[in-house]
């Protein structure tokens, strides 16, 4: 939700930003993450504690398909995120429900053209929630934004190929 959160400061008081960047999060919604919000949403409202591997599976989703195809990686990331402290209503329920009401608000995106910040929106090529090709429209809209697209990622990007990812961010906030 922080790309979201960005965006909104950005189009709203943009005399508090010197620029913005949008890290896999400057796209319209698409059908699977409207899907899978709804499905979470649904879970927390149930109210019933899910078990530690739910959520270290949400995380791996993130990952390119051959990468959970890797024993070893998958490995790595469930002790990374396997064990997590449990998630509780309200917070569980209530940040799901901000997901979806971002994801299905029918003006997404109107404010994208009165964004006057230097911009820069970064998509990863194997993100499921933030296609390249969703947030270069978005980038095209949002007056002088530069798109950058980092290949073989995900959304998990800034985890998985952070030295990438914090030069492109470096670059860009030396030259705004």
Not at 4 to 18: D, G, L, M, Q
Request: hydrophobic content about 45%.
């Amino acid at each position: 939700m922080g790309g979201w959160i960005a965006e909104s400061i950005a189009a709203r008081v943009p005399e508090r930003v010197h620029a913005a960047a949008f890290l896999g999060s400057c796209n319209a919604p698409t059908a699977w993450e409207k899907a899978i919000t709804t499905v979470e949403r649904d879970l927390a409202r149930l109210d019933y504690d899910l078990p530690p591997l739910f959520y270290a599976t949400e995380t791996l989703r993130y990952l390119p398909n051959k990468d959970l195809q890797d024993n070893a990686l998958v490995e790595t990331w469930l002790s990374l995120a396997g064990d997590p402290a449990p998630w509780p209503n309200p917070g569980r329920l209530g940040q799901y429900e901000a997901c979806l009401a971002w994801s299905t608000n029918p003006r997404h995106g109107e404010a994208w053209p009165s964004i006057s910040v230097p911009c820069l929106i970064m998509a990863y090529e194997h993100d499921v929630d933030s296609p390249p090709e969703y947030a270069r429209e978005a980038a095209a809209r949002i007056p002088g934004a530069r798109f950058l697209e980092i290949a073989d990622t995900s959304h998990l990007a800034p985890f998985t190929h952070a030295g990438v990812v914090g030069d492109a961010l470096a670059e860009f906030f030396r030259a705004t």
